[in-house]
């Protein structure tokens, strides 16, 4: 493969390259963070399927995150080693197989081992993207072009359970794997043409496998002990050793990437204050807007009993609401003092997960729907400000490492919001059952009452006196298990709230650093 560098590229094509690379680039990383959330909708569908509960079916999503995550740090491996027009193309065939894997799984395990892979391409690609939209842009319009970029990558998971919703109506859960194919497709045709390139060298660069293996081995320990905590016991011996080994490893990468000659997580970047600031705020946004992509919709269809379909239209609007907000807020991140606009959204996207906090079965569509709209118009706020006061001040050569970094913290964030919510709306739904269950006594006239409908209802069909026993308790027990679920979705959005008011801490900070 000859080299074909950008400035070859603008020769070529002009001025009008800058937009072209940024659509080919953007379609691909739309299409694949597209893809991590439209799997959201179908949590129930999996869990039927495989026979499994929401703890197992939710690996679905947070497979592709984690995987996601280990692999942010090696597109500047990638990039180096086959420069990014076959770096972006690799990538996008590897998703394909994944896709293809899910599809026609067999099992649970199958289709986790298809969103690895399938999650591995997408953490390649979107600080491949990211950096190569920075470099066609000039310096004083970074702002704009991590509106540009973060307008992509945050419309893509409001949109997801929509597009899932409807192909799972339309079709089976299984299609859902296979309907972004075409976009693929066409990304990869794009790519080819418009991507920058390089020749392709037989000596690879050097890579940090000691840090990757103790990076993987502490995400993996450290998530599967987090999401498994509650069942098997967080005193358990192999919650503690899980804990245990993720620890050693996760501080063993740090001391490895202090001293590597190549690694893979430049950790002079967070010796800025600024920028660790920023990191901060991207590791806490990380988490609540995948907590509330995953929330949101099995919230809408376990409680609200919404279709697929519907439920996924609750982020619609705020997502189209989203697309016409953040090229403002590109370009206000090139005029205004970062730590303004940060401010304002992480205190709006607390707002919202409060309302939410509040929601049961009688909340309305419009009113669910209105809470994704405030959380998203934080969203809009935040991102590119967010970006852009990281990335200011970068060198060019050093912008594939700094976009590793800053989307390795993002969906670092990311991954453990969704592990972390799907623990707490487990362990206090039975705090909640618990609770309830004490209080059905002959005491209880409520009780008493709802029971004696039920008894009424069924003695009417004919049943006989003990199976309209056996009945009426059986939809007490039902009717406390939602009541219960509801309770344990509330509390998941509260402490979503408290992390967000948290975040307002660093988004301060950002004030006082250079």
């Not at 090229?327 to 940060?342: N, Y």
Request: with cysteine; glycine share 10%; net charge positive.
């Amino acid at each position: 493969m000859t080299s074909v560098t950008l400035e070859q590229q603008f020769e070529r094509f002009g001025p009008a390259y800058r937009w072209l690379v940024a659509l080919a680039g953007m379609l691909g990383a739309m299409t694949m963070v597209l893809s991590a959330t439209m799997v959201n909708v179908a949590v129930p569908s999996i869990m039927g399927a495989f026979g499994v509960g929401q703890d197992m079916a939710q690996w679905a999503a947070t497979a592709f995150i984690a995987t996601m995550v280990a692999s942010q740090l090696l597109n500047s491996w990638m990039v180096e080693a086959f420069g990014q027009r076959l770096a972006y193309t690799l990538t996008l065939i590897l998703f394909t197989i994944g896709a293809v894997v899910c599809a026609v799984s067999v099992s649970i395990e199958m289709l986790i081992v298809g969103r690895i892979m399938q999650g591995f391409s997408a953490g390649i690609i979107q600080p491949l993207v990211m950096a190569t939209i920075i470099s066609v842009f000039p310096p004083e319009r970074r702002g704009f072009a991590m509106g540009l970029y973060g307008m992509g990558v945050t419309l893509s998971p409001s949109l997801g359970p929509l597009a899932g919703g409807l192909t799972i109506d339309a079709m089976t859960w299984r299609h859902i794997f296979l309907v972004p194919l075409p976009l693929v497709a066409i990304s990869f045709a794009m790519g080819v043409v418009f991507m920058p390139s390089k020749k392709f060298s037989r000596k690879l660069p050097e890579f940090d496998w000691t840090g990757y293996l103790l990076l993987g081995t502490g995400l993996v320990c450290l998530m599967t002990g987090v999401g498994n905590g509650y069942r098997w016991g967080w005193g358990s011996d192999g919650i503690l050793s899980l804990f245990t080994i993720g620890v050693i490893a996760a501080t063993g990468f740090v001391y490895w990437q202090a001293h590597a000659k190549a690694p893979l997580l430049d950790l002079s970047f967070f010796l800025n204050p600024r920028f660790a600031a920023a990191m901060v705020i991207a590791f806490a946004f990380g988490a609540g807007n995948f907590a509330t992509n995953y929330a949101i919709p099995v919230f809408a269809q376990t409680i609200q009993g919404f279709t697929p379909t519907k439920a996924g239209m609750v982020l619609a609007p705020a997502g189209l609401l989203l697309v016409m907000m953040i090229p403002f807020s590109g370009k206000l991140a090139d005029r205004v003092p970062p730590h303004f606009p940060i401010m304002t959204g992480v205190a709006m996207f607390a707002f919202a997960a409060f309302l939410m906090s509040d929601a049961d079965v009688n909340t309305p569509f419009v009113m669910v729907a209105m809470f994704a709209i405030i959380s998203r118009l934080g969203l809009g706020l935040v991102m590119p400000n967010m970006g852009a006061a990281a990335l200011r001040g970068i060198p060019p050569d050093r912008l594939n490492k700094a976009a590793g970094a800053y989307n390795f913290t993002r969906q670092l964030g990311g991954a453990f919001g969704v592990n972390c919510v799907v623990v707490v709306m487990e362990s206090r739904t039975a705090f909640h059952a618990d609770a309830l269950a004490t209080t059905q006594t002959a005491a209880n006239s409520l009780t008493r009452d709802m029971i004696g409908g039920v008894n009424q209802l069924l003695s009417e069909s004919g049943l006989p006196e003990a199976v309209r026993q056996a009945g009426a308790l059986d939809y007490l027990s039902s009717v406390i298990h939602i009541q219960a679920q509801t309770f344990g979705f509330q509390d998941a959005f509260l402490v979503i709230c408290l992390v967000f008011v948290a975040t307002l801490i660093p988004a301060w900070m950002l004030k006082r650093t250079k």
